[in-house]
């Protein structure tokens, strides 16, 4: 059964589209600066901050102005969802099913309520399926939908399953993605757990502090050979395979030898009946919270040896929570269709834990065949997903 | 090839020792929850500190989980914890609260549910969670049903909870409907031998096409419709059964409804 990628869209810190993405990549520029567009922050923090208003998005996203105010979450999705769907049309040839991935929804919405607690109907944009609601409606999609909410890893177990559906026969084409912006809770929140640097996040840096989190939304669209034949769209990668583990060793942390991950990215190599020495290239999660590069690092070199190629572009678009697994899972085809290998930034200092060294110049000209991604998180959720040309 | 082995509701009856038919459609309905003593069901851990809506797809998991090792976690929450949400809401723009504490948001996390349930049970197989409003638990159904494809043993539920707040909301915009906490949680294999009832399959699609799929497939002498509207319009005579009244309205109800 083939699984192929046939469209993508994204916005992030880095870029509005797909080519600013790259472009950004590729002349190694961080879209990470200070939180200004979120008031009544108690203290500054650095993240991945997309400086344009809701107002300027929602421009953006419908073309014209509009009345209705829209949680940013939801606005980035739409961005990004429209990118990915392009000139795709609904036919009753194909079952088409849309998957989402948020952790915020429209929390940002809900803060302002608290804030004045007279705009009560904006609390209906607290539950996390709204944004899939409202992009199932735009789009026309009636039939199965679903928003998978699994914090760090959510988008990456939405793309897992779209793929599972798409390969038992329960889908011939999936939107899927996932997107979320900051808010002062997820900022707080993070901050609370004292895993946020206040300095430029330093994934696989012995001297990482934590992380900064960043906003993005991206969509891509999956087919099988039936529905390729009808739309008429070309392939850019395939998914190959995919994994979900359970660490079950801490609420929020994952357990120092890294056994989640490494049954995670495990299960992948085995669904794409793949062995380690075939992965050109690991898209890691790296946070650059002491916790997850430890735990990630000591999985990959148990698994892949001292000389795998890996790196983490979090340094580029702060952690973008949600969306990471998908942000990262199109940077990973980035990588294979430009031949490129992107570094992990801000990096100065080995790991002594680790033998194996994250990629930290580009590297250009060098066959990429086939990445491993992956998306770690809170509740010891583990996922990851295998694409190839 | 889902088959339900086992199942376990949380309910305003009590049903989580007498089953849904003497728990609560053959009593009297209370107007509160009732909780099981959680310190019988859940050995071993200090519980003041687990928030309710885990405290109760623990307990569901643990009655539902048989003999045979469980592959899969598969979680749906319309609204995750909203207590602990609001807690940490309210923490932020409390100008008193310098230094917050991550146990609200910690708890307020969605997937808080699926992974508290995977460390105390020590599963360290395949775990999600679903929230898609009030069609939550029909996609964590659906992975199911794949999973049970897949030959896997899989624990899937549904778990929300009111707060005050909620009530009101629905008081202000003038709504009849009042939320409730609520959790039903089942055991689905491939596995025929010994289930309770087959899962034939999962839809979601618009009411108009529900609708005709209901006429086309229904047998009024000997099916029943358990639905979670109180009104339906339907062309023929369905017999249908209004699981809300039982099971109160929150998002991940149709679990109760299956139940």
């Known amino acids: 059964m083939s699984i192929s990628i046939t469209g993508l869209g994204i916005v992030s810190a880095i870029g509005m589209n797909l080519d600013e993405n790259l472009n950004s990549l590729q002349n190694l520029k961080s879209g990470i600066s200070n939180i200004d567009l979120i008031n009544e922050l108690q203290e500054n923090f650095l993240g991945g901050e997309i400086k344009l208003t809701n107002q300027e998005l929602s421009l953006i996203a419908f073309g014209k102005d509009q009345q209705e105010v829209f949680p940013r979450s939801l606005l980035l999705s739409l961005i990004a969802a429209k990118q990915a769907w392009g000139e795709n049309n609904i036919s009753p040839k194909i079952k088409t099913v849309i998957i989402g991935a948020t952790t915020v929804g429209g929390m940002d919405l809900v803060e302002k309520i608290l804030e004045k607690d007279v705009r009560i109907q904006l609390l209906a944009h607290n539950p996390s399926g709204i944004i899939t609601d409202y992009l199932a409606d735009y789009f026309h999609l009636d039939e199965f939908k679903t928003t998978i909410s699994t914090a760090c890893s959510s988008a990456a177990n939405a793309i897992i399953l779209g793929s599972r559906m798409i390969k038992n026969g329960l889908a011939d084409r999936v939107l899927v993605g996932g997107g979320d912006a900051l808010t002062k809770f997820t900022v707080n929140g993070f901050n609370s757990l004292r895993i946020y640097d206040t300095d430029f996040c330093k994934p696989f840096d012995n001297n990482r502090k934590g992380l900064n989190l960043g906003e993005a939304a991206a969509y891509i669209v999956l087919e099988n050979k039936k529905s390729m034949a009808i739309t008429k769209n070309k392939k850019v990668a395939s998914i190959l395979g995919w994994g979900n583990a359970n660490d079950a060793y801490h609420q929020t942390a994952s357990s120092p030898n890294g056994e989640g991950a490494q049954k995670a990215m495990q299960l992948a190599l085995d669904e794409a009946k793949l062995s380690s020495k075939d992965i050109d290239y690991i898209n890691a999660h790296g946070t650059a919270t002491p916790n997850n590069d430890l735990s990630e690092g000591r999985a990959i070199e148990k698994l892949f040896g001292q000389k795998q190629l890996f790196s983490s572009t979090k340094a580029f678009t702060g952690h973008t929570l949600a969306a990471a697994g998908i942000i990262e899972l199109i940077y990973s085809i980035l990588s294979i269709k430009n031949n490129t290998i992107f570094p992990t930034l801000n990096h100065n200092a080995l790991m002594p834990e680790l033998k194996i060294t994250p990629v930290t110049n580009i590297i250009e000209n060098i066959t990429v065949n086939t990445v491993l991604s992956n998306s770690f998180g809170f509740g010891g959720n583990n996922a990851t997903i295998i694409i190839g040309k | ?259």
């Open chain 2, 1 to 259: 090839m889902a088959f339900i082995h086992k199942y376990s509701t949380i309910s305003k009856g009590n049903t989580f020792n007498q089953g849904i038919i003497d728990g609560c459609i053959n009593s009297k309905i209370a107007t509160e929850i009732t909780h099981p003593d959680y310190k019988d069901v859940i050995a071993g851990i200090n519980l003041r500190r687990m928030s309710v809506i885990v405290k109760m797809g623990l307990a569901n998991t643990i009655k539902c989980s048989s003999k045979n090792k469980i592959d899969a976690i598969v979680v749906a929450t319309g609204l995750a914890s909203l207590h602990n949400s609001e807690l940490f809401l309210c923490s932020l723009i409390d100008p008193e609260q310098s230094i917050l504490s991550p146990t609200p948001f910690i708890n307020s996390v969605h997937n808080t549910i699926s992974g508290e349930i995977a460390l105390h049970t020590q599963n360290k197989g395949y775990n999600i969670t679903y929230s898609q409003g009030s069609l939550s638990f029909e996609g964590a159904l659906l992975d199911s049903i794949l999973l049970t494809k897949e030959g896997k043993n899989v624990i899937v539920g549904g778990v929300d909870e009111a707060i005050p707040l909620l009530d009101n909301l629905s008081m202000k915009i003038k709504s009849k409907e009042e939320f409730t906490t609520g959790s039903t949680f089942f055991n689905v294999s491939p596995n025929k031998n010994g289930s309770l009832a087959e899962i034939v399959n999962c839809i979601i699609t618009k009411e108009k096409k529900a609708n005709y799929y209901i006429t086309d497939n229904f047998n009024s002498n000997e099916d029943v419709l358990i639905s979670g509207h109180s009104t339906c319009n339907h062309s023929k005579k369905i017999n249908t059964l209004n699981y809300s009244k039982f099971s109160g309205i929150f998002m991940s109800n149709p679990a109760f409804g299956l139940h």
